[in-house]
């Protein structure tokens, strides 16, 4: 397991201490310090000493083409020794079984890349009005077994937050190397993956692996806003589309004022939005509940992550991006 930590002092021991009490044992456990500037390398320093499974490493000084957390991976992954290279950010918990049934599902779809989207742990009403947003749009966009299913490298997806490779392919290929100043370098991972014509597959986490990603609302807003338009490949025209059409038609609709169009599309939403929260393990309610907020936070996001694409202000964990 490789774990890139840049100023997670706060959360890490928590991730470390469930990698602890899984089932599965066959593993190592390599932490990469970015530079921190809290007690990261400190508290993972003092783990690693009670348990020889794990041992932390500081990183090198982050060169100018590439991305921080990009760079970070690859180091991690010169140091990886195993018949698997799983890449985890600092800000989770695994659950017992996680492991065993992903080698499982790798050895069973003969993968490449296995990527999991996490469930999301929300405890702030902030973070409940934009993070839901992320399982929302990924799965209206895209089924994802079509990921599995279709070979082509076009129909993508895939979430830095869980990524197992086998490491063969990884060290054949240097994946983050290859993609060490995209932002959302999981997707384009995927891609380069696909394209080689390896098999990738993106799923569900299902209650295995949790993530809180942000504490707060402007953190959420923030941490979004950074490669929401990074997704669409920056193209802000086919962005602001995407935009109109999730949230300026329902408002079309109502404005037409006939209660059978009404009925038909506040039907659909809600059906949506029911199925895609129970999936992705979710109050649906409450999300019923925060819809228009969401979608308010939605636009939000939209037009920071336009506006500091344009103005080149993008800025994450201290470090232009």
């Known amino acids: 397991m490789l774990i890139p930590a840049r100023n997670e002092a ?7 201490q469930s990698i602890y009490e899984q089932d599965y044992k066959n593993y190592e456990v390599i932490i990469l310090d970015d530079n ?44 990886a020794t195993g018949a698997y290279y799983l890449f985890l950010d600092a800000d989770e918990q695994v659950y017992r079984g996680l492991f ?27 973070e409940k009005m934009v993070v839901p947003l992320m399982h929302y749009i990924l799965l209206n966009l895209l089924p994802l077994r079509l990921v599995y ?32 100043n995209k932002v959302v370098e999981d997707v384009v991972i995927m891609k380069l993956v696909k394209a080689a014509k390896l098999n990738g597959e993106a799923l569900l986490a299902n209650g295995m692996i949790s993530c809180r990603m942000y504490k707060g609302y402007n953190e959420a807003i923030n941490g979004f806003g950074k490669n929401f338009l990074a997704a669409f490949s920056y ?64 636009l939000l996001i939209g037009f920071t992550s336009v506006q500091k694409y344009l103005t080149k202000t993008t800025v994450w964990k201290g470090r232009k991006i």
Request: net charge positive.
């Open 100 to 126: 065993n049934s992903a080698i499982h599902r790798m050895n069973l779809r003969n993968l490449s890349l296995l990527s999991l989207f996490t469930n999301q742990d929300m405890r702030t009403i902030g």
């Open 235 to 298: 193209n802000i025209i086919g962005f602001l589309v995407y935009l109109l059409l999730v949230i300026g038609g329902p408002a079309v609709v109502i404005m037409t004022l006939n209660l059978n169009f009404i009925a038909m599309m506040i039907g659909l939403v809600a059906l949506t939005r029911i199925m895609i929260s129970l999936t992705a393990g979710q109050n649906a309610l409450l999300n019923l509940f925060l819809h228009p907020i969401q979608m308010l936070s939605l």
């Open 149 to 180: 299913l279709v070979k082509s490298a076009a129909v993508a997806a895939a979430s830095g937050q869980f990524m197992l490779f086998n490491a063969e392919d990884y060290k054949k290929y240097q994946w983050h190397q290859l993609a060490k």
């Open 10 to 16: 706060d959360n890490i021991l928590a991730l470390l």
């Open 36 to 79: 921190s500037t809290d007690n990261t390398y400190q508290f993972c320093e003092t783990f690693a000493k009670k348990y020889p499974n794990f041992k932390v490493i500081k990183g090198k000084t982050l060169p100018a083409d590439w991305l921080g957390k990009n760079y970070a991976c690859y180091q991690l992954a010169q140091q």
